[in-house]
C-alpha cells in the first residue's frame, strides 16, 4: 500500500516537472520572441521602451497560447474562444506585473532596458504557469 501511494506520488511529480519544463521551453520562445521584439522595436524602429514591450508581448502571448495549448497543457478542448481570452487576461495581469517591474528597474535602479525586461521576465514566470495550469487549461 505505502509502496503504490509513494509510486504515484512519483508519478505525478514527474507529469507536473515534465509540464513545468515544455512551460519553460514555451516561455523561453516567448522570451525570445518578446525580448527580440522589444529589441527590434526601440533599435531599429525608434518606439518608446514601454511601448515596445506592449507590442512584443502581444506577439509572444499570441505564440505561446497556441504551443501551451497544444504541447504543454494537451488541450483538445474547443472553446478555444472562451480559453484565449482568458489567456489574454491572465497574460495581461503578466504584463502589468511585466511592465512594472520594467519601470522599477530601468527608472529607478537604471538597469538596462534589456535587463530589466530578463529580470521581469523570470518574475511572471510562476504567476503565468500557475494560473494556466489550474485556471485556463485545467482538465475538465
Known amino acids: 500500500?505505502?509502496?503504490?501511494?509513494?509510486s504515484l506520488l512519483i508519478e505525478r511529480i514527474i507529469?507536473?516537472?515534465?509540464?513545468?519544463?515544455?512551460?519553460?521551453?514555451?516561455g523561453t520562445i516567448?522570451?525570445?520572441?518578446d525580448i527580440g521584439g522589444l529589441w527590434?522595436?526601440?533599435?531599429l524602429g525608434g518606439l518608446y521602451y514601454l511601448l515596445a514591450a506592449a507590442f512584443s508581448f502581444i506577439a509572444?502571448?499570441?505564440?505561446?497560447?497556441?504551443?501551451?495549448?497544444?504541447w504543454t497543457f494537451n488541450d483538445l478542448s474547443s472553446r478555444n474562444f472562451k480559453q484565449f481570452f482568458s489567456f489574454?487576461?491572465?497574460s495581461l495581469a503578466g504584463l502589468i506585473i511585466n511592465l512594472g517591474v520594467m519601470y522599477f528597474f530601468v527608472e529607478q535602479i537604471k538597469f538596462d532596458y534589456l535587463l530589466s525586461?530578463?529580470?521581469?521576465?523570470?518574475?511572471v514566470l510562476s504567476w503565468n504557469f500557475l494560473m494556466n495550469k489550474y485556471i485556463i487549461f485545467k482538465k475538465t
Open 15 to 26: 507529469k507536473n516537472f515534465r509540464q513545468f519544463f515544455k512551460f519553460c521551453v514555451v
Open 40 to 43: 527590434v522595436l526601440v533599435e
Open 60 to 70: 509572444a502571448v499570441i505564440n505561446n497560447y497556441f504551443l501551451n495549448k497544444h
Open 1 to 6: 500500500m505505502l509502496n503504490k501511494i509513494i
Open 117 to 123: 525586461k530578463a529580470i521581469a521576465s523570470l518574475v
Open 88 to 90: 489574454t487576461l491572465v
Open 30 to 33: 516567448g522570451a525570445i520572441i
